[in-house]
């Protein structure tokens, strides 16, 4: 039925969206296709391509607008000493809209935790219960304090536009591990999408079939044009005798015009997309969790309803086998803020944001790890950039791109660690400094991928999801 | 062990340099360096702090120890780092041949022999020139057996390669195919079904060339390779980024590509216009227009406008800015990736990086905005309200004549002294003139119209007693010799001891038509010595630049006890314009555009000044006098012709001769420095706006007479690439056409032509394309018509196994490529079979979506109404792109993605493809339509199935088709049939 290695890749690609049921990487790792693939190790443990992977999913937990290190994470008791007093760290301090204020410790306190004692602030108090799954990343350093190209450098690794999430290299890389849902699938917050918009989970170069698929639960179409409008000719029957009379149609067609697996493609895209039909609203169903899982997740409660209901559905796509999910806390820019941007007041606004997120990400963590699923599937939880450890305006904090946390838990990850750290303001990183081609990195490491080896020639250039930096980060792996 | 003891006793035994070189060096082993090495391990490069281009450096080694043990290969790093199975070096790149690390090892054994003084340089790009930077010449056409099937030189070159392979021509589609395949190809529409039986039946042996003819005749042709250049110069309708804007005046240059290619306007005009229209040809309303080229792409609104200046985002915003627009113009003119070479010299083309900066130095005064544009319109509209304007101004002069002619002694008196005074001024002699001014003084922004407000205002520390303040203008150098620049027609100094002026004293209130032109003399205020910290000076009418209008001052003083006690102190602005010889802080640096002012004790300074203001004083007091003798009845006459051209004037004001247009925005140009690692904090040598030392014969430093003039910049960059000795211009757009004939260019990677690239299929036909199209006249329609009445376009696209054995890619073109439309097609296509599709042209894009303003934007794609807004439903060229928000349905079927050059479309098959065709309300919506269009004009159901199939597919329904249609038509309504046919492979691939 193929005619050549090339034509079936084409083919392959075509279907590889994840509905394709061909482990797509795994056939193209395995056949040397992969893009510089010279003599690559067989994918011997969970479809690694280039060694063996510790994991196999991935979960991105992103707050949009910057959620802020020193008020969850980055403890400094220097902080709370020169509270009040001018912030004078040092050299000339440039930022985003103001000029800087006082030196401000956060409204939260601080209490140390687990088996690590890591420090943790009050507005993250669930969170801190799962401190000795989670490897720490203080030192992390964005390459733009804008929260546009900051948003990009994040999700795709360059802080322009037009190049593909981390979520579609990851499908491009490993292909699909179930037949009937996408690979790469992204939950917007339900107020809004962050800076970019669906930008941020764009297949950019890739073919499209590896891009986020946007799912709004609730909707009527919680997939794009999942289901047809209302409109009574529009019925089963119709469909299901529709759908026969047009593979007859495209087989007659295709009768004519050997060598051309586009067409087949197209014919077999038919059944996948009815397959996507009946799997689509039963992973959103809720109704088979337990009480006591939805109170997890708190769903129970309306300020965590929202990110607890997407993380639980989270968990549910990672169930079923799908690759990479991506969770946004957080939407635009307005007012009243919803989203991390608190240049306002972070007591107010933080405060919120924290609630919001702290029992749902806690829950998505446990309940991972109670289905044994926590030790294949890597959480990542991140931001644009962090927040400055001064005022602005008396109670709000600037954007600081100079040091921000993120952490990540899970499959091939060391618990209860920290690697890096930012000196003694939370002002600026200062041993180890982290970028995120460095987080890129070491998941695409876990996943059993060499990040200088995952590559697309487009326009002349093999592009890299860690464009031309990157470093695994040995030191929070297992 | 490779240990430094060894080095050291190495060295010590005789050292490299002094082994005899029996010249294995360096016809062997200097070259391997060279070619392969000294790139990354060169003198600057050092790459693991490792230099491979001297003996010393070599032996002294990098971070993992000495490069080479002179007399021991197997203890050389060097040796054991480019040899084994998967050696480490060289990275990302074929390893060496076991030859060349054979000779490496000699040269080692033999004690690493190294001429005296020799240092290697990276030498990778010498010996042949790469393919694409040849000079180009016509090749002959080649010579083939089957004569028969040559229509022109295109197929000969063509079948050459097929006989040298051995394979043959696939045999000619039948002419239903041809009309579908020419039809979407020219126009991405479907014939319609008339036109198909027209074309069957015409027996003329030139029916295929008609056909060609009448195609590319029609204005449906320049919204389809229109279209082709939007992807590839990535036009969108909004900025980008966060907080994506509305670019509304975008589309005059999205009209101006689809016009130039229905007026197949000459390839080296395009390129210039598009480059530089408003430098070439200040007059063409498409000058400015076509400049929307450079502003095409996303735009960071918030690191331009919310950004502060003097910040590093700042400036990494206009790096950013300057890279979209050069890489742009590179990857669209001559198919290279040049934005590579912003960090580092490019890797694998011989593209420095101080060429990259010269290109940078091109954009260097080139921002994006909208931008006044004449119109043809706007002119009519506005000649027409200036007509009334002029006649009330004359109505009003006559008056003001009567009132100029009244006179009484006092009046003549007044009249006497002025005279004198002004002679007493002109004889009074200048300071002698300080030394030349290193700045102009303050700028506003520049404004469309005069009646702006913009305010300047220095800050004196302190409130302090004011005896005088004089208002220096402006007379820019680099600017047309321009006295009093800027100086505003009306405008107060106001003192104040805050900043906002909420409570402030008028020193001084002018309008200036009423005065005498003050030209280059400064304004004297002499207050009563009031106390104030700041002082003001508001413009309420503005200075007439160009087409627009501006406040600017050359230098502000204020005398305070004979002391100028505004020197060096801060000042603020309403808005300003902070480059090159303009800032705020040049209002205050002791200079005027020209000099330096003349001391404040200065005497014949002082007599000047005196004069000055009693100038002003006796012209106030004359205008008072003259005033009092005026009757009432002229005086009401006056007020009533006064009220009269004020109204008309705000007309005149409110229709400018100009619409806008998202376009270049020339500013003076930035300075530009080569950047350490394309780092903004690490600034080198200045960088002088050129193009790429890589083409042989044309100069790659502009010599510019005048290189603050941003325009001659741009200028000099487009007669660069449209030059005809430039090759790659011409091989990349005959490439770029053969593309979209074919599928598939000649070189597939259309906006490639490096080492990165692949490499023409047909390197003879590409360059005889170029030669032909290039001095042929550049005609599009030529070189379309060319390509498409071949031999080789006209082949059928079926299949021949044993071709595809030699060939299954089709490279050779053995047979015609089926392609399946792109997402316009398919959306017109459904327009059309629906007889829904509105041919209007032109015009503001229309929205596929609903549009909530916001702080960041909100385009919303699930608001089905606006499928039934007026003029949705025009061909998809014309909608309203956006950059963030992608139209989910056409994203779906791969529409080119506004964010990137985007040379050829990814065709990717998927289910949610399959669904969107299914059950997007477009779909359905259109499907009903089309079901009614069939009932209005057929009244028998099989009627309306065999035309629906001639409609959507091309031919009618063979018999068990129409019977089952029919059947399913009639069960599930006639929509649900329409529906299906859009669904077909037969409808979406053209053979």
Known sequence: MFRSLLDRRTFLWQLGGGLGGIALAHLLGSEGLLANEQSAPRAELNGGVHHRAKAKRVVQLFMSGAASQCDTFDYKPLLIEKHGQPFDPGGKVELFQSVPGAVMKSPWGWKQYGDCGKWMSDLVPQLASCVDEMAFLPAMISKSNVHGPATFLQSTGFVLPGFPSMGSWVSYGLGSLNQDLPSFVVLPDSRGFAPNGPGNWSAGFLPAAFQGTMVRPGAKNPIFDLFPPDDPSLTQESQRDGLALLNQLNRDHRATREGDTRLDARIASYELAARLQLSAPEVLDLKGESAATKTLYGLDEPITEDFGRNCLIARRLLERGVRFVQVWSGADNGFPRRNWDSHEDIARDHGEMGRSMDRPATALIKDLKARGLLDDTIVIWTTEFGRMPCSQGGKGRDHNPFTFTSWLAGGGIKGGVTHGASDAWSYKAEVNPTYGYDLHATVLSLLGIDHERLTFRHNGIDRRLTDVHGHVIREIVT | ?991
């Open chain 2, 1 to 991: 062990m490779k240990t430094w003891l060894m080095v050291v006793l190495a060295s010590s035994l005789g050292g490299i340099a002094r082994a005899a070189d029996d010249g294995s060096f360096t016809k062997e082993v200097a070259p391997i360096l060279e070619k392969r090495c000294v790139y990354c391990h060169g003198e600057t490069t050092r790459k693991g702090n490792l230099a491979l281009s001297t003996a010393k450096t070599m032996l002294k080694g990098g971070d993992g120890g000495p490069a080479i043990v002179p007399g021991n290969p197997d203890e050389s790093l060097l040796i054991d780092m480019v040899s084994g199975d998967k050696p480490e070096m060289p990275q990302k790149a074929p390893p060496l041949s076991q030859h060349e690390i054979e000779s490496l090892r000699r040269w080692i054994a033999a004690g690493a022999p190294w001429p005296d003084g020799l240092a290697l340089k990276d030498r990778r790009f010498e010996g042949e020139v790469w393919w694409a930077f040849r000079p180009l010449s016509r090749p002959a056409v080649p010579r083939v057996k089957n004569l028969g099937w040559i229509r022109s030189p295109v197929d000969a070159f063509v079948l050459s390669t097929l006989e040298q392979k051995g394979l043959t021509p696939g045999p000619e589609a039948d002419r239903r195919t041809l009309i579908r395949r020419l039809t979407y190809d020219l126009h991405g529409l479907p014939p319609t079904p008339d036109e198909i039986e027209a074309f069957l039946k015409d027996t003329r042996p030139d029916a295929y060339e008609q056909l060609v003819d009448r195609l590319l005749s029609s204005p449906r042709y320049g919204e389809r390779w229109g279209r082709h250049w939007l992807d590839v110069v990535h036009y969108g309708d909004t900025h980008g980024y966060d907080k994506d804007k509305r670019r509304d005046h975008a589309w005059p240059y999205r009209d101006y590509v689809i016009r130039c290619f229905n007026n197949d306007v000459p390839y080296a005009r395009f390129i210039r216009e598009q480059l530089a229209g408003d430098v070439f040809f200040p007059g063409d309303p498409n000058g400015i227009i076509a400049t929307g080229f450079i502003a095409a792409g996303p735009w960071d609104f918030v690191g331009h406008v919310e950004l502060r200046e003097g910040t590093v985002d700042k400036l990494k915003a206009r790096l950013n800015d300057r890279d979209d627009m050069l890489a742009n113009a590179m990857s669209t003119f001559q198919s290279l990736t040049v934005h590579c070479a912003r960090c580092h010299d490019h890797k694998f083309d011989p593209i420095p990086q101080k060429d990259y900066y010269r290109l940078q130095a091109v954009f260097a005064g080139v921002d994006r905005g909208d931008r006044p544009r004449p119109s043809p319109d706007a002119v009519a509209r506005r000649a027409a309200i200036v007509g009334k304007r002029d006649q009330a101004a004359s109505r009003l002069l006559a008056i003001e004549r009567k009132i100029a002619a009244l006179s009484s002694p006092e009046v003549l008196q007044l009249d006497q002294t002025l005279k004198g005074l002004r002679q007493q001024l002109a004889d009074t002699p200048h300071p002698a003139p300080g030394s030349a001014s290193p700045t102009n003084g303050y700028h506003s922004h520049i404004h469309p119209k005069p009646e702006a407000n913009a305010w300047v205002q220095v800050d004196l520390g302190r409130s302090l007693p004011i005896d005088e303040v004089r208002l220096v203008p402006a007379r820019p150098t680099d600017f047309r010799d321009a006295p009093g620049f800027g100086f505003p027609t009306a405008f107060r100094v106001e003192l104040a001891d805050e900043p906002t002026f909420a409570k402030s004293q008028i020193i001084a209130q002018e309008s200036r038509p009423d005065v005498p032109d003050v030209e280059d003399e400064p304004f004297v205020v002499r207050p009563p010595r009031p106390t104030a910290r700041f002082v003001r000076v508001s413009a309420s009418r503005l200075w007439k630049r160009l087409e627009d209008y501006v406040f600017a001052l050359g230098e502000l003083e204020v005398i305070s006890d004979g002391t100028n006690v505004a020197r060096n102190q801060p000042v603020q602005a309403l808005d300003s314009i902070e480059a090159g010889r303009w800032s705020k802080r040049n209002l205050v640096d002791g200079f005027d555009s020209r000099h330096m002012r003349p001391a404040t004790d200065d005497v014949a300074e002082g007599l000047r000044n005196n004069l000055r203001f009693e100038i002003h004083r006796i012209e106030r007091e004359r205008a008072r006098s003259l005033d009092a003798l005026i009757d009432p009845t002229l005086r009401a006459e006056r007020e009533t012709a006064a009220a009269e051209l004020a109204a008309l004037e705000a007309q005149v004001q409110a229709t400018p001769p100009t619409e806008l247009v998202y376009a270049a925005q020339p500013h003076p140009p930035r300075p530009i420095h080569v950047l350490r690692r394309g780092d903004v904090e690490q600034p080198g040598d200045e960088a002088r706006p050129g193009a790429l030392s890589c083409i042989a014969g044309l100069d790659f430093e502009f010599q510019l007479s005048n290189p603050s003039d941003e325009g001659s910049r741009r200028a000099a960059l487009a007669d660069w690439i449209a030059n005809s000795s430039n090759p790659l211009t011409w091989r990349s757009i005959v490439n770029r056409a053969w593309h979209y004939h074919f599928g598939r260019g000649l070189v597939d990677t259309p906006n490639d032509f490096g080492r990165n690239g692949s490499l023409p299929s047909h390197p003879s036909l590409l360059d005889w394309l170029a030669v032909e199209f290039r001095d042929g006249g550049q005609s599009f329609k030529a070189l379309d018509r060319l390509l498409v009445t071949s031999s080789v376009y006209r082949q059928a696209s079926a299949d021949n196994s044993s071709h595809a054995k030699v060939d299954a890619d089709n490279r050779l073109l053995w047979r015609m490529n089926r392609q399946r439309l792109d997402a316009e097609e398919v959306r017109d296509s459904v327009l059309a079979a629906s007889g829904a599709l509105d041919l209007t042209m032109g015009g503001p894009g229309f929205a596929l979506f609903r549009f909530k303003d916001d702080h960041s934007p909100i385009y919303d794609y699930t608001a089905s109404e606006v499928l039934d807004l007026p003029g949705v439903r025009r061909r998809t060229v014309y909608r309203f792109t956006v950059r963030s928000v992608p139209n989910p349905f056409l994203d779906c079927m791969d529409s080119a993605d506004p964010n990137a050059n985007v040379p050829v479309r990814n065709t990717t098959i998927t289910a949610l493809q399959a669904l969107a065709m299914l059950n997007d309300l477009f779909v359905v919506k259109q499907s009903k339509e089309f079901a009614t269009r069939l009932e209005r004009e057929f009244d028998d159901p099989q009627k309306q199935i065999n035309a629906a199939f001639k409609l959507v597919l091309g031919r009618a329904p063979r018999l068990d088709e129409l019977a089952a249609f029919a059947t399913y038509s009639r069960q599930h309504g006639l929509p649900n049939a329409c529906r299906l046919l859009f669904n077909a492979n037969e409808f979406l691939f053209i053979d």
